[in-house]
């Protein structure tokens, strides 16, 4: 398998994203809302602030992000007996 810089540098990217994920479902769950300096540190994680620059446009994500980091939690809390089989299983072919 052959990496391009770019495919390296997504990678990077992702990485570096996941512990403000964490960090932005934390905030959710105990402050109600992810904060705008966790919010901008996501945004620039993932290449800059684009369209949600705008007040109204960076409210709109801010509000979509704390519902989706509240609905991770709580995906995560539920919890699944060892004996149920997956949903979906891969076979290679």
């Known amino acids: 398998m052959e990496t391009s ?3 390296f540098a ?3 990217g992702a990485l570096a ?6 960090q932005a ?7 109600g809302t992810v904060t705008a300096d966790t919010l901008r540190a ?12 705008d007040p109204a446009r960076f409210a709109e994500l801010q509000s979509a992000v704390t519902r989706s980091a509240i609905i991770v939690a709580a995906l ?6 060892a004996d149920v089989p997956p949903a979906v299983m891969f076979s290679r072919s």
Not at 42 to 53: K, N, P, Y
């Open 25 to 31: 479902v934390a905030e959710a769950q105990t402050q």
């Open 76 to 81: 995560r809390a539920f919890d699944v007996p």
């Open 17 to 22: 994203a996941a512990p403000l994920w964490d």
């Open 10 to 12: 997504a990678l990077l």
């Open 5 to 7: 810089r770019r495919n």
């Open 42 to 53: 996501l945004l620039d994680a993932q290449g800059g602030a684009g369209i949600f620059a």
